[in-house]
């Protein structure tokens, strides 16, 4: 694998849908090989069907990675 594409999502699957389909046309050189994986953190809209939906549809290397722990108090330094 030359690439993955990682889109980070919560409970934003109108977006992503949008995101996903600007992702089927993508034109990638011949000689690249990419994968897409979406990280969903606790969503609880129909994100993993939106993904699922689109892994099927598409010609796309798709993966659904789900993490259920939220960690709510994050600072930055």
């Known amino acids: 694998m030359n690439i993955s594409v990682i889109i980070c999502t919560y409970n934003r699957a109108e977006s992503l849908k949008r995101t996903l ?20 953190n606790n969503s609880k809209d129909n994100t993993r069907d939106e993904v699922e939906e689109f892994r099927l ?4 290397n798709v993966r659904y990675a789900f993490e259920g722990y939220q960690k709510t108090d994050f600072y930055m330094n």
């Open 21 to 40: 389909n600007s992702l089927r046309m993508t034109s990638v050189p011949n000689h690249l090989s990419w994968e897409l994986i979406v990280a969903d």
């Open 57 to 60: 549809d598409s010609e796309l």
